[in-house]
């Protein structure tokens, strides 16, 4: 059995990369947001891989992917809108039937779902800024091919 996980992730960064505006500026996409990073900004990371599935002929696994949307803001200035915004963006673009699944058939595998698992909304107020941010979990089933 092979991890996929990995290309999950890389294949979710690639959809969303150059393809997410807020106010015309495009949203920077990062595995690991630099300090030095602009905002608004959007992260995509890894959460589970589990094995779904136990049959003779093949592996099949789900994996947890988890895309956050971050924007920032100077004490009570701005609002979750933009955070919104960027998550319907995500969903428009990773949240898709089956011909709009991650091709994962060159490193031999094969998305058979994906499924939006929800989305949480969070306003974390700090020192030097409120940043509002929301979490979407996407589930995949994959194949081992």
């Known amino acids: 059995m092979l991890e996929a996980i990995h290309y999950i992730r890389r294949g979710i960064i690639a959809k969303l990369t150059n393809a997410v505006t807020i106010n015309g500026a495009i949203v920077p996409v990062f595995n690991r947001i630099p300090t030095n990073s602009t905002y608004p900004a959007i992260r995509v990371y890894s959460l589970s891989s589990d094995e779904a599935d136990q049959n003779q002929t093949s592996f099949i696994s789900e994996t947890i992917t988890r895309i956050e949307c971050i924007t920032r803001f100077y004490s009570d200035d701005g609002g979750e809108l933009d955070v919104n915004l960027m998550v319907s963006k995500c969903l428009e673009l990773v949240r898709t039937r089956s011909n709009g699944y991650i091709d994962l058939s060159a490193e031999g595998f094969k998305i058979y779902t994906t499924v939006n698992e929800g989305v949480k909304y969070l306003q974390d107020d700090l020192k030097d800024h409120t940043y509002f941010r929301a ?11």
């Open 135 to 145: 979490i979407i979990e996407i589930s995949n089933k994959i194949e081992q091919i």
